[in-house]
């Protein structure tokens, strides 16, 4: 069974004091363009990637990357659309969290890890995609490389919405 995420861009509005959720703002990919009918979605990172999903809260971090927070929850002061999604997942989701713009852009993404994630044959002669390598096997890599193309262009999108720090992403895990 696979794991998605759900996820959700808020703004802080300086007026109000209350985070909004946005809206069309984030490049989809060349088939939910089509699917769609539109270029941009309202989704930040959404789409199954387990490496990005152990970055961001350390849910099927097969390759064994440093999340960037443990999953800390719902905000208490999210949107009313956040929260009623939430609530509509009820317990078939999991892993809730938040982080600030600030903690994506601050994040320095040419360190380097061991990606410890690598494919292996079981006793039985299957193959399987999240076995853990041993010493001298897997790669070192940069999260940059790790998160791949897309993680950059959603984040740039979010950078267009404002401030660093009235600016976050929301979400959660199913599977």
């Known amino acids: 069974m696979g ?14 004091g209350e985070w909004e959720i946005v809206g069309d703002t984030f490049p989809l990919s060349e088939y939910d363009k ?11 990172f959404d789409w199954r990637s ?5 970055f961001l809260a350390g849910v099927r971090n097969y390759s064994c990357c440093e999340p960037l927070a443990a999953p800390r929850g719902l905000p208490k002061d999210m949107s009313e659309e956040v929260s009623a999604e939430a609530i509509d997942w009820g317990v078939d989701g999991h892993s809730h969290s938040w982080l600030m713009l600030r903690e994506l852009v601050e ?10 994630r690598v494919t292996k044959k079981t006793s039985s002669g299957v193959l399987n995609g999240a076995a853990l390598a041993e010493e001298g096997e ?5 999260y940059r490389e790790h998160l791949g193309k897309c993680f950059f262009e959603h ?8 401030e660093p720090d009235a600016v976050r992403i929301v979400f959660w895990f199913d599977n």
């Open 155 to 162: 984040l740039d999108a979010l950078k267009s919405l404002g």
């Open 107 to 116: 994040f320095d993404y040419d360190q380097v890890f061991w990606n410890r």
């Open 34 to 44: 089509e699917w769609y009918g539109k270029d941009f979605g309202p989704h930040p």
């Open 50 to 54: 387990y490496s990005m999903f152990g």
């Open 138 to 142: 897997g790669e070192y890599i940069t």
């Open 3 to 16: 794991c998605d995420i759900h996820s959700y861009a808020e703004v802080l509005n300086s007026s109000t």
